[in-house]
RNA sequence: GGAGAGGUGACAGAGUGGUCGAAUGUGCAUGAUUGGAAAUCAUGUGUACGGUUUUCCGUACCGGGGGUUCGAAUCCCCCCCUCUCCGCCA
């Protein structure tokens, strides 16, 4: 959410950010309704302060006195004024509330102007996508792959995308997990095995409600919903609260299962690892002091990076263009992964700059020195990574000639040998 | 899942219909005192929104939501959470 204070003082910084990111929102519409509500809501208080003033008065009468009673007759007419403004003030509210919740967060300067994926600007590439294994291809075709990913089984016991890792699969997985979540600790943030699923206010303090409840799995009693990504317990972890100016910036990380409904997608895009409705990932969170926000975006890419740089692999980072950054981002990059055999780019990573307006939906403050007063936090977060595509470009890129897939010399200690075998 | 107790400011803890944003204690901040410290004394010490704007003023907030009433921290209803006991269970 804006600051309904940016939108009053400065409209046209909301009316650049809407259109660079080539979103259609009725600003006036939003003013229009923000200056109702605030007419508004001065005349409740005027009431509601007429009554409080009358209530004193009547604590002095003695009751049942004549004065007393018509008191209470001229104030139940008030009361009654009152209790149908009030009503009215909840409906514009909750209109104001919601039309609020549709201005986006604003890009920052060094965004990108463009509106589709194609416009994201190429940041930087890293290691060569020619000097993959020549027997690199589709995972889905290694032979044997079937038996350490079984796709067939998982879709019996639940369904498409949910597949069981067996084997040498399963091991790789958590090897990958393990590596992702030392080299995070080692890094400063701090491990955090958080709830794998979350009430609505959780959902809706970091914006996947109510606009993207379909994109989550929930349970049928409890209100309760998958989390798709371990961003939303982890930036919840501090809601509603104020923490000391000393204690910034926190840094922390988590492994959890992620799940996602996503559905519509469909083609070579969802074929085997490449987008799974369950997978496994490391999420780095930062809650920062505003004037850090950008130098530590920049660590948190370069952490991620270095992760993709010690597995050997080919990538390269995208800096996201204003029409393709998400409507709660300030800046973000996308990390993407070199895959040999499929011959393409996969995501991997995410590492996105969310200013303010992540902390003022989830109100997650901290009490600056200067003036004792709270002030919002600047949150980010990045995947430090997501484990399936990974491991799609570590099959691939790394398949040798007699059908073995060499594990990078960082993972054979966690493996516990060099090479993985289908067999 | 069943029975009972409870949820008040940073913490402890009063308050059962009116002058209560809320006593008191602790903590914290500033000042006095001191060679310095402790102790003591004094003053101050929440958040949000709106109006105004170097000052201030108004309104709201006593777990959350709804109701009764001229008026609710206080009465009624629903929900959430914590604790104790029982049941169940890894």
Sequence with gaps: MLDPKLLRESPELVRAAIAKKHLDVDLDAVLALDAQWRALLSEVEALRAKQKAANNEMAALKKGSPEFLAKVQEMKAVSAQVKAEEARLGEVEAKWRGAMLTLPNIPHASVPEGRTP????????????????????????????????????????????????????????????????????????QEVNPPVVVNAASATAVGQLPDKEGMMYQTVEDQFYLIPTAETPLTNFFRDEILDEAALPVFRCAYTPCFRREAGSYGKDVRGLNRLHQFDKVELLKWVHPSQSYVELDSLRDHAENLLRQLELPYRVLLMCGGDLGFTQAKKYDIEVWSGGQKRWLEVSSCSCFEAFQARR?????????????????????????????????????????????????????????YLSFA
Excluded at 144 to 160: E, I, P, Q, S
Excluded at 363 to 368: E, G, H, K, L, V
Excluded at 379 to 390: F, K
Aim: hydrophobic residues 40%; aromatic residues 10%.
């Design 118 to 189: 194609e416009q994201n600007v190429v940041f930087s590439t890293h290691g060569d996508t020619t000097a993959v294994s020549p027997h690199a291809k589709s995972h889905w075709d290694i032979a044997g792959f079937d038996r350490l990913f079984d796709f067939a089984r998982g879709a019996k016991v639940t369904g498409a995308g949910f597949p069981f890792y067996v084997g040498d699969g399963a091991r790789l997985v958590r090897s990958l997990i393990q590596f992702f979540l030392n080299e995070a600790s080692r890094a400063g943030y």
């Design 362 to 418: 989830a109100q997650i403050r901290f009490r600056a020195k200067e003036t004792g007063k709270p002030e919002l936090v600047h949150t980010l977060n990045g995947s430090g990574l997501a484990v399936p595509r990974v491991l799609a470009a570590l099959l691939e890129n790394n398949l040798q000639a007699d059908g073995r897939v060499r594990i990078p010399t960082v993972l054979v200690p966690y493996f516990g040998k060099e």
